[in-house]
Each structure stands twice: as structure tokens, then as C-alpha cells.
């Protein structure tokens, strides 16, 4: 039942044993796609590799660390899985779910996620409640009902998820041939900046790779509480899956920022549909505005002269635009063109004689 997915691949880093009756959907093995065209867009001078987490099996990195912790959660015999979640969390939670033959439910703020998430818990079966509050008082109430001990918490305070995500860094470094010199990416909980800073040093130890990339985590300016030092009551963002105020791995995201000499960093909204667009427009890769947020850190680094030339940059975009399609066609500022079923007509549309 493993298959190929990221437990059976880097079992020896994780805590699983022989016995282990592996849950995956053959997760992880995502694309690094270098890409060029941003780079010279961006006026050039450095080396940049994408890594795209939307292909995973439901469309986010969460799948890395939902195989890990639905696997634990089978292997500790309990009932059902529950988590809170801006989106991203529940969909790949009602999935492993659905494999594995457990009960879920998430929790998630009223009226705050978006269809192709919902879509995609309401499919799977999960038990989908919406909460009158933000994603913070959903999580509160979680912690409640985690400690039942019929009832295992698959959010990012659940340990096993770090594990599981750590594997993105193994990936990189796997491809790369060694660590890059810095790693961009959006930080919401903060639990991924956690987990890669976690497998970069795993692996340095191990001797799979002998540098560390500095770790650049960006949050969206309106729900940026570890940049501004403190815990937002009512976060804002177009960035859904980063709107936290009170992140759960906080004090690990400083110290990877810290350890790494890297830097958490913020972007305003319209940084980040202007990186959605950007990356689509000139890779063709498709994200969430979430995931863009790390793009954005990369244009406000590059603008700054924070990326040193002839560096190796990963950034790691996090879900598929298809997640929000609301979003994705508001902000192509562009719009379709009826026309009669004639030749002529359509030349015209496009422009072409
Ligand atoms: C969960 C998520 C994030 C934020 O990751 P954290 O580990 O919470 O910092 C960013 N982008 C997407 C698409 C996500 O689903």
C-alpha cells in the first residue's frame, strides 16, 4: 500500500518502522522547473528553480505531511482525524482520510476558503464545519476535541507533519546535487519554513549535502504577525491559505531565519496578484496567491539587491491555481470575446490580418 511516495522513499529519516502500514497517494517527486524567463524578466544575474507542490495528489505540499500523519494516526488505532484550516489542510486530511477508512472533520472559517478546497473536503466525505470566527478560533476548538483519545489532531502542531514536509528538502538537494544558497517560500503556521529547514539540516548531517540554503519566509502584509512581532487579532490577505495571525510554529520559523541568516519578510497584496500573474505569464506555471507570495519575496529581494549574483535560488510555490479559480480570473485582468462562427471575426479578435 506505500507505493511510491515520500515515506517509502525516505523511510530512514523517518519515524516509521517495518510494520508500518504506509497511508500515501504516492505524494512528493514534485517538479523543480528552472526557470529563465522570470529571471530575465526580473533583469537576470542569478539561477532560479521552482519547485512546484501543486502537483501533488490534491493540488498542495500539505499531502508530504498528511501521508506522515495519517499514517501515525492509523498506527495509534484511533477513530477519526481532525483539523482546522484555511483549506489546503482539510482537502489533503479528507483524503488521506478516505484511504486510510478514517472518519474526518475540519473546521474552517465561515465563508473564508475557497470553492476548489471546499469542493474538495465535500467530496472526500469529510464532516465539514464552518466556524462564525477566524481560522485561529477554529484551531482552539481543534486543540479541544484533540484530546479525546479517539480523535488525533492532523494539523501542523501534529509532529508528524513537519516530518513528512521535511522530504521537500530532501527533494531539492536530491536534484540540485547539493543544498541551494537560499530558499524562498510563503509562511503562514510556519510549519513548512519548520520542516525545510529541518531536512536541509538532516541531510547536511547525513552527508547527502554540504551547505544550507538561507531560509526567506514571507508572510502577506496584512497577516504578518512574526514581522511585526506580534499576534494579529483579524488577519487580512487575497493570500487565504497565509491568512494566520497567531502562527503555530512561530518561534521555529525565527530561529530558521535566524540560524540560516535568511529573513521573514512580508508583501502587500498587490505584490502578490502581481507575482500570480507574473509567474504565470512568463513560466506558464499556475499557483495559488498564497504560493505567489514567495515570488514576490524574490522580486522585493532582487529589487533590493538581496540576491548576491550567481546565486542558486529554490523557491517553493505551494498549491495549484486551480485551487481558486475566483481569484485567477479576476486577476488576468483579461477577459474572453464572444464572436460569430466566421473566420473573419475571429481574426479580428485576435488582432491578425
Ligand atoms: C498551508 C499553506 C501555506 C502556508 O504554509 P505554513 O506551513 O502554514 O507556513 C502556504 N501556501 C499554501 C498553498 C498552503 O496550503
Redesign the pocket.
Known amino acids: 500500500m506505500g507505493g511510491h511516495g515520500v515515506i517509502q522513499r525516505y523511510r530512514e529519516f523517518l519515524p516509521v518502522s517495518e510494520d508500518t502500514c504506509i497511508i500515501s497517494l504516492n505524494e512528493g517527486n514534485t517538479p523543480l522547473i528552472q526557470s529563465h524567463n522570470l529571471v530575465r524578466a526580473l533583469g537576470g544575474g542569478f539561477r532560479l528553480f521552482v519547485k512546484y507542490e501543486g502537483l501533488n495528489p490534491t493540488a498542495?505540499?500539505?499531502d508530504r505531511g498528511m501521508t506522515m500523519a495519517v499514517t501515525k494516526a492509523v498506527e495509534n488505532g484511533v477513530r477519526a482525524i481532525v483539523c482546522a484550516s484555511?483549506?489546503?489542510?482539510s482537502a489533503s486530511a479528507a483524503a488521506y482520510a478516505s484511504r486510510a477508512g478514517l472518519v474526518c472533520v475540519v473546521l474552517i472559517p465561515e465563508g473564508k476558503i475557497s470553492y476548489g478546497k471546499m469542493a474538495q473536503a465535500l467530496i472526500h466525505g469529510a464532516k465539514t464545519i464552518e466556524v462564525r470566527g477566524n481560522f485561529d478560533d477554529a484551531l482552539d476548538l481543534v486543540r479541544e476535541l484533540g484530546t479525546r483519545d479517539d480523535i488525533e489532531i492532523v494539523n501542523?502542531i501534529n509532529p508528524f507533519r513537519i516530518q513528512g514536509q521535511k522530504t521537500a528538502a530532501f527533494e531539492v538537494c536530491d536534484e540540485l546535487g547539493d543544498a541551494p544558497d537560499m530558499h524562498f517560500l510563503?509562511?503562514?503556521?510556519?510549519?513548512?519554513?519548520t520542516s525545510y529547514w529541518t531536512g536541509y539540516n538532516e541531510y547536511r548531517d547525513a552527508g547527502k549535502s554540504t551547505s544550507l540554503p538561507m531560509m526567506m519566509g514571507w508572510q502577506a502584509e496584512g497577516s504578518a504577525p512574526i514581522v511585526k512581532g506580534h499576534v494579529i487579532t483579524s488577519p487580512e490577505t487575497v493570500a487565504t491559505?497565509?491568512r494566520?495571525g497567531n502562527?503555530a510554529?512561530w518561534e521555529q520559523a525565527v530561529r530558521a531565519s535566524e540560524e540560516s541568516s535568511g529573513a521573514i519578510d512580508c508583501v502587500s497584496d498587490d505584490e502578490i496578484l502581481d507575482a500570480h500573474r507574473m509567474l504565470a505569464r512568463t513560466e506558464g506555471i499556475f499557483v495559488?496567491p498564497?504560493?505567489a507570495a514567495g515570488i514576490a519575496g524574490i522580486v522585493k529581494s532582487y529589487a533590493r539587491g538581496g540576491i548576491p549574483p550567481e546565486s542558486t535560488v529554490v523557491v517553493t510555490v505551494?498549491?495549484h491555481g486551480l485551487?481558486d479559480p475566483g481569484i485567477a480570473i479576476e486577476n488576468a485582468k483579461a477577459s474572453s470575446v464572444v464572436v460569430e462562427p466566421n473566420i473573419q471575426s475571429v481574426l479580428d479578435a485576435i488582432g491578425m490580418e
Open positions: 498542495s505540499f500539505k484555511t483549506g489546503n489542510t501542523s510563503p509562511v503562514g503556521n510556519a510549519g513548512n519554513i491559505a497565509i494566520i502562527p510554529s495559488e498564497a504560493s505551494t498549491g485551487k
